[in-house]
């Protein structure tokens, strides 16, 4: 059944024909937006759902992938979109983000970092740009945005894990993210980012320990999705600004998108706290992309209140 699906992990040409063949089977509804292509040319798609055509609506982004070996991610956006798909109309909460909000869904930010685990190394992190001048592969995409960059947090040195790219959006990937969100900033709203592991619900800053400007209507929102977690699912996720809460990490999506005026930003590290870790087994997708579909809902559904 569709369901098994969904809970399994999925190699890139699996996703990509799964992106051509939602817009494919869902045309009024499923939008194809190719916003740019990896440091190997693979193309960058962006699934644009839009339930309606009400004028002055407002949007909001979720990315998956954007580390390669975190797998769970990406198999969250396909939940999504499937559960968004199937429930609209149905469920009360879902219908209510779709009926106000667009939503930019980018299951794979990082396609080659991810073809790569799937061919040669399991617990790749990086994109697969490369350094001349080093012959080390890759920069973390997650400390390339333009958010105090390579300071404390992030490596100049292209051979680590952590390492900050050439200059911020050096690397195609944060490049066609960062243009896109320039040019929507005026309609997305809520910026979600999923990773893995650790079970968190993270907000900017983590380039600094500095608090944000609406600190407490983030730590509400991730609270109260933490509580609802806790509460239907008995699984616990912490929750904080970014660098309290997991380690100072600069030039991170969520802290640039924020600046950018993307005022509700979050990363999500979704299961587990360390069993399997980055290696979760498909039995535990449905729980994992449950947990996150409602934090989801529960920060969406304030965003509209709070707008
Ligand atoms: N923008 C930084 C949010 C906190 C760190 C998130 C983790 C996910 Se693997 C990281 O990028 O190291
Ligand atoms: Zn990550
Ligand atoms: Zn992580």
Avoid at 88 to 106: F, G, P, R, W
Avoid at 224 to 240: C, F, S
Wanted: charged share 20%.
């Amino acid at each position: 059944s569709s369901s098994s699906f969904y809970e399994r992990y999925h190699s890139l040409e699996d996703i990509y024909y799964w992106i051509n063949r939602t817009a494919h089977d869902f045309p009024n509804t499923v939008k194809v937006i190719l916003i740019g292509s990896s440091y190997e040319k693979r193309p960058l798609y962006v699934l644009k759902l839009s339930m309606n055509d009400n004028p002055n609506k407002k949007a909001m982004w979720l990315d998956c992938g954007i580390h390669a070996r975190e797998w769970v991610s990406p198999a969250f956006c396909l939940w999504f979109v499937h559960y968004s798909l199937s429930f609209h109309q149905q469920n009360v909460d879902i219908t209510n983000i779709l009926d106000n909000m667009d939503v930019y869904i980018l299951p794979v930010m990082n396609p080659d970092g991810y073809k790569y685990t799937w061919t040669t190394n399991r617990m790749w992190r990086k994109n697969r740009s490369i350094s001349k001048s080093s012959g080390c592969f890759g920069a973390d995409l997650n400390r390339n945005f333009d958010a105090n960059w390579c300071t404390e947090g992030a490596s100049s040195n292209p051979c680590s894990e952590i390492y900050c790219g050439a200059f911020p959006e050096s690397e195609p990937e944060s490049q066609a993210v960062a243009n896109f969100l320039r040019s929507h900033k005026d309609s997305i709203q809520l910026y979600l980012t999923i990773h893995s592991y650790s079970q968190m619900l993270l907000f900017p800053y983590s380039y600094t320990l500095e608090e944000s400007d609406n600190h407490n209507d983030l730590l509400e929102m991730a609270q109260e999705a933490a509580q609802k977690i806790r509460r239907y699912y008995r699984n616990i996720y912490r929750y904080g600004a970014g660098a309290k809460t997991i380690y100072l990490a600069p030039g991170g999506s969520d802290d640039w998108a924020y600046n950018l005026g993307i005022k509700y930003s979050f990363t999500f590290e979704l299961q587990d706290r360390g069993r399997y870790g980055f290696l979760l087994p498909p039995s535990q997708i449905s729980s994992a992309c449950n947990e996150a579909l409602l934090a989801t809902k529960v920060i969406a559904l304030k965003v509209l209140e709070k707008t």
